[in-house]
């Protein structure tokens, strides 16, 4: 089947053999079940799925588990004869086991290469989500971005920010006549989430060099579509830097890509893994973006797969538009958990031969229930479905192996070292200098102009009474208003998330 991925099906009290046509999985679509129902190795298996088939997959490995996509799973394996037996029930002819192009990246910069985007990329509404700012704080935020922008200044990692926010504080009076209320207090608290991301090892996320999204699309030289996988592992434990990073690649996806219409397989499939954290307390204005990423960038040629434990994790708005589902079994003890369950079977098209509500609830491990898209994108008639076994190794590989893999991978070099160019900090910093010595200058010529305009005399000085000096904070204040009030007004242009449109 070189039009679709084989998902799995066949065997007795099952329906008929399901795949995914590549030509509608840029439809989205959804993978969920409770914990150890099966999801992971959906995920796995759809994988290798489009890879094979030339499509570049990201995804995120939550538990390690899908490090085993770079090696070939062992005849010796203790699972070979279960699986095996699997695939000759499923009328799975032509299994086999085999390895797959795997790069590893990792926002540590440990588990592989490091991820960076700049504070710019991100944009003023995704930084926000992820310090979870206050509506004051976040119009902080958006003034501090439209100063960067009005002024020149690039804003590239944390303390470029950073520095901003203080040259705001000093200026928060002329701020507020312009653009609003700028509170000292909102600016402290915001620095104080600043902090506490810093010190949870993300600002290592921000810098340069930036990700290339033409590194995470790339083919290997038989034209397998790379899997690029996220380790997550660590980075769950700041689960707000883990769905803001998602996101905010999503949104770069859609920004940056050009309309490819309806192509015969996509671009690239993304899976976000936990899609639960990305709507969890989320605002309603985010979650509308979301929403019309969701429905636009299938026109991109990217496929966007949502894996959670429960349907009811990802809104209506969203569920509506994922038109291939892997359902695995659900728990359903409370009277919510019913609800859900029952929410989860009408959406589905019916069988005649079995109830959906009550396949969902029985369907054992490595089984689903399925629903396709068919042609002319009609959802498929859901279905019973044993899910086929993978043909890469089943769990994590070893720390030797991984290492193995990044040393051979063709991105070895590109973003190990960090680059720290010219931008807001350092901008800043020259011009808070050059005032500060300008004022120094200017003070002591105007003590030499008063002393050579006075005669001495009895109960006078030849000096005038000394002014205060202008601290490091009022210098620059001083210089970086006077440059504002000329400045031209030119805006960079923003994207739907707030982030620079090609604004490398």
């Known amino acids: 089947m070189t039009d679709r991925i084989f998902v799995g099906g066949g065997g007795p ?13 840029n ?8 914990t150890g129902t099966g999801k992971t190795v959906t995920l796995q298996i759809l994988a290798e799925g489009f890879s094979a088939a030339g499509v570049p997959v990201f995804l995120s490995d939550v538990k390690g588990d899908l490090s085993g996509l770079a090696r070939s799973g062992s005849v010796d394996f203790k699972l070979h004869d279960a699986f095996s037996k699997r695939a000759a029930t499923i009328g799975f002819s032509d299994y086999t086991y085999d390895a797959f192009p795997v790069t590893f990246w990792d926002l540590f910069g440990k588990a592989g290469h490091p991820v960076r985007t700049t504070i710019a990329e991100m944009g003023p509404l995704l930084i926000s989500r992820l310090l979870d700012l206050t509506e004051a704080q976040e119009g902080i935020i958006n003034i501090c971005f439209r100063v960067a922008d009005e002024d020149g200044m690039a804003l590239l990692d944390l303390k470029d920010l950073q520095a901003l926010l203080v ?21 402290g608290a915001i620095q104080r989430r600043l902090l506490v991301l810093e010190n949870q090892g993300g600002g290592q996320f921000f810098g340069e060099p930036a990700l290339d999204l033409a590194d995470v699309m790339m083919l290997d030289d038989q034209g397998r579509g790379r899997i690029n996988i996220l380790a997550a592992d660590t980075l769950m434990s700041s689960p707000r830097l883990y769905a803001t990073f998602l996101l905010w690649l999503l949104s770069e996806l859609f920004e940056e890509l050009p309309e490819v219409g309806d192509p015969d397989k996509p671009k690239l499939v993304f899976f976000f893994d936990e899609a639960h954290l990305l709507f969890d307390d989320a605002p309603k204005a985010l979650i509308d973006k979301v929403e019309q990423v969701a429905r636009l960038i299938r026109s991109k040629g990217v ?3 949502f894996v959670t434990q429960n349907p009811a994790d990802v809104p209506e708005d969203i569920l509506g538009q994922l038109g291939n589902r892997v359902q695995h079994a659900l728990r359903a003890f409370t009277a919510r958990d019913q609800t859900d369950l029952r929410k989860a079977a009408q959406t589905y098209r019916d069988n005649p031969r079995f109830s959906t509500e009550q396949a969902i609830r029985e369907v054992g491990v490595g089984e689903a229930v399925t629903s396709l898209l068919e042609r002319k994108g009609v959802p498929g008639v859901v279905e019973r479905t044993l899910i086929r076994p993978p043909s890469s190794q089943l769990g994590p590989i070893t720390d030797m192996q991984r290492a193995e893999v990044i040393a051979a991978s063709p991105l070895k070099g590109k973003y190990e070292a960090e680059v720290d160019r010219d931008s807001a900090f350092e901008i800043l910093a020259r011009r808070a200098a050059k005032a500060a010595q ?13 002393n050579a305009g006075r005669r001495y005399s009895p109960g006078t000085t030849t000096r005038r009474a000394p002014k205060a000096k202008d601290g490091f904070g009022e210098a620059m204040a001083k210089m970086v208003v006077k440059e504002l009030k000329g400045t031209t007004g030119r805006r960079i242009v923003r994207g739907i998330f707030g982030t620079l449109f090609k604004g490398r």
Request: charge should be negative; glycine fraction near 12%.
């Open 27 to 34: 439809r989205h679509g959804l993978i969920a079940g409770a």
């Open 167 to 187: 040259w705001a504080g000093q200026n928060a009076k002329d701020l507020s006549l312009r653009y609003g209320n700028v509170s000292t207090a909102s600016i």
């Open 438 to 450: 300008e004022a120094q200058q200017t003070e002591a010529k105007q003590d030499r102009e008063f």
């Open 13 to 25: 009290d099952h329906g008929v053999a399901q795949g995914l046509l590549l030509q509608y999985a």
């Open 303 to 305: 496929g966007v797969y």
